[in-house]
């Protein structure tokens, strides 16, 4: 049967665009249910429904099966205009039928009869299925599923669930469906999608910044994609340029696709509803005026117009935009001329009357009402729970400007709060300090609860700025002052300081029972962002001690609970996130403590110096890991220089360190020199005897210990680690003994001081198995593997297994004085060709080439890793590379490709 040509667009599969990727986790669950009677794709426009049912069409045409296919637009929903093109759809596959008059029976007689001579399975795709309302063609179609009709499977995508009974195909486990949610991209489809378009790796913070903005929309990923070159932007300008980039086509495509098939009242409730982040039934009542609100919110979410539920702790249920469609809709009602401070105002009053005193404050904000405001204040804020409006409150304070404020001093405390909490110290610094002048002025100089919050924002300032006389003044004077009660959990950021400076103190054990203490119970149990706040600086209690278990005990625990209640944006998540990856790092899990510090390293502007310089060294310190030296020493210039710009001197110093470590692990001596004498100068300018000085010495003395092992001066490197170790045993870090301890066993030994050498062995090893020290172990027990092997033997099988497991079989581990990448040439070799083909692989690193040239030895992951010396989780992270890379699912694919590729560039 020949289809006419009027019909042939509509019954012609589309093939995917050159630059779709394959969607084989939804691929797998369709080819799972490739024997159901009905499989329904779900979601709104460009969530990529019909590139995932042309992919699997392709795959089905492959195992032999006929494939008929329909495209139906708006005027197709006639049963007469549907019945032909159905009948069309099935000729051009293969199974010529008569379309007939009236209704359905006598086409599904006809099909019948064909499917009975028909011995292939036979699949009906209907796409963009929601543009049939008419009841004759759901009556054919209800027909067609409910029809006993061997072989026939029908699968319709559709932007709103259609008007069919399912509920029988449901109890019979006839029926699939994959919605919305299932549709969008994970990370890694996300972090393919860019590779393929760009040609090139994705840059991995670029990945999930585009990811986390458009949250897998798969249209919101390819309109990233096609303004930037996604692996080469600056990850920190993406959600700026997401938002004025590609504005044009994201605008014309909604217009398009989504808002000319919108009713008008539909429209305008949307535009009137969006200027709230997040909105229930009764909020869009009472702020829009609409006694239909719930009517309206179901027909939004049937539609499925990018509206998502929202959890909250209430039993209500909260829904919010998507947010590339609530810009959208922002600049729509600018154009229509809405005034968003009005609804705001509303908004405000409903939060009042609910007790939901944050979402008022931040609603108070946005419609500009200073005296809403102070009133707020005064009920009690900043709120403990949540600060997600907290970055309103500080940008329109900003606005407001300091004449207006200085005549409402409490609204002046909450932004100086706002500003300190969100990480916007200059103003939070300005705040603060009018706010000290107008206390004076107003009399409230001595109230004790102003005293503790100037006090408090003081010793926040003073530790984000790394000052410790400051902080440790302002903390004292709130020792001298009547404790009342702080509104707003501000008791938890009071905790959080403490920990950190007795932390850094060394004073570990009295910061443990300062958390453990039954004064602190509600914040332990707490699921507020400031309670989680303080539980991240208690892991970080745990990490300065060098207790990696421990603090992988509280600080995952912790993680969780952030990212469920508040999100993986929030504060409490990011400083969690910061403090578990280096736990993470320390306990081998390299993937875990990579993927936390890509998604929130750009957030953590609002942390202490010392988790941010824990943070850089660890995400350097993986780079090293899995690209080339040279990528990671370019990180931690670029580190070294941000650090210097800020004035944070340690922060600059532990860069260069990680400089100097990384350059020694391939030879380069001289300038190892050179950026010692860089240490020794700042270790000179900070001769005190403050905890900042004293650290800044003990790292440039343990460069000098590196340096001085590298150039076969045993002696001078053990006169280098006494330093080091004074400030260990003072600040309590039992981590920096174990290295301490590590790098005097190669000296000694060096010396022929075997004995005293074994000695320090046996601590080293002790102390890394009781703290979960396992990278310290591998990166300092480089080269000594027959001595802690000895060493171990003393704590029994068990030690001596663990030491195994960390550096690989005898003999494999290199023997530098810092953990080196072994070359090609080191490596066991397959025959020669194979694998200098494989190795030639152009567009993978050289960490992934040597992980492929292995692979093609039939190696396994844990053979792999002993190989490398590096973990089992570092080496499937590598082969996850490879598979985007290769666009491959499997090892053999990888070998076959990299051949093909390799061959191809000779």
Known sequence: MVASPCILPKIVPPRPASDAISRERLIGRLQAASDRKLVLLTGGAGFGKTTLMAQWRQRLDRAGARVAWLTLAMQDGALPTFRGILAGALGHAGLAIEAGEGGGEALIASLLEVLARTPADVYLMIDDFHHVQDPATLALVQALIDAILPGLHLVIASRTVPALRLGRLRAMEEFVEIDGAELTFDFDETAAFLTARAGVPANAEVARQVHEITEGWPVGVR???????????????????????????????????????????????MLHVSVLRSFQADLAAFVTSRDDAATLIDEILGRHVFLRRVDRRDDQAWYRFHPMFAAYLDKRRGRAGIDPKPLHRRAALWFVQQGRFADAM?????????????????????????????????????????????????LLRMGAWAAALTARMDLAERWLTRLETTADADGLAEDPVELRHRLLLRAVLATHGDDEPAAQAALRGLESIPAPSLPGGLEDIELAVRLHWLSAQGHHLAARCLYSAPAARATRTGRGELALVAAAAAANVAMREGN??????IGATALRRARTIHGSGALCA?????????????????????????????????????????????FGRIQALREPPQDALAYFTRAEAHFRATGMDRGVVAMVAEQQRLVLSYGDRRHAQALQAVLDGYAARHPG???????????AALSRARLALAQDAPQEALSALETLRRFAAARGCERLQAVADLLQARALEALGRSAQAQGCAQSAVATCYRLGLHRTLIEEGAGLHPMLVR????????????????????????????????????????????????????GLTRREQEVLALLEQSMSNKRIALTLNISVQTVKWNLKKIFVKLQV????EAIVAARKLATCEQ
């Open 223 to 269: 309109l990233a994609g096609r303004t930037r070159d996604a692996a080469c932007d600056s990850p920190g300008d993406v959600p700026a340029r997401m938002g004025a980039g590609d504005n044009g086509n994201l605008e014309a495509y909604l217009s398009e696709e989504v808002i000319d098939e919108l009713p008008a009242c539909l429209l305008d409730f």
């Open 362 to 410: 931040r609603s108070a904000a946005l419609c500009d009402d200073l005296e809403l405001a102070t009133q707020l204040v005064d009920g009690g804020l900043p709120p403990a729970h949540s600060l997600a409006h907290l970055g309103v409150v500080a940008r329109w304070t900003e606005s407001v400007g300091g004449h207006r404020m200085a005549a409402h001093p409490r």
């Open 548 to 553: 990696a278990l421990e603090a992988e005990r």
């Open 574 to 618: 990011t400083l969690c996130a910061g403090v578990v990856a280096q736990a993470w790092f320390e306990l081998d899990r390299l993937d875990e403590a990579y993927a936390a510090l890509a998604a929130c390293r750009m957030r953590l502007r609002g942390a202490s110096a010392e988790l941010k310089v824990g943070a850089a060294r660890v």
């Open 689 to 699: 005897d403050c905890i900042h000085d004293v650290e800044i010495g003990a790292a």
């Open 791 to 842: 060493a171990a033997a003393h704590g029994g099988a068990a030690l001596v297994e663990h030491v195994r497991a960390r550096l690989g079989e005898a003999g494999s581990a290199p023997a530098l004085a810092v953990a080196a990448v072994p070359t090609l040439a080191s490596l066991p070799q397959a025959p020669a060709a194979p694998v200098r083909t494989i190795a030639a692989t152009p």
């Open 889 to 892: 699912t499997s090892r053999y």
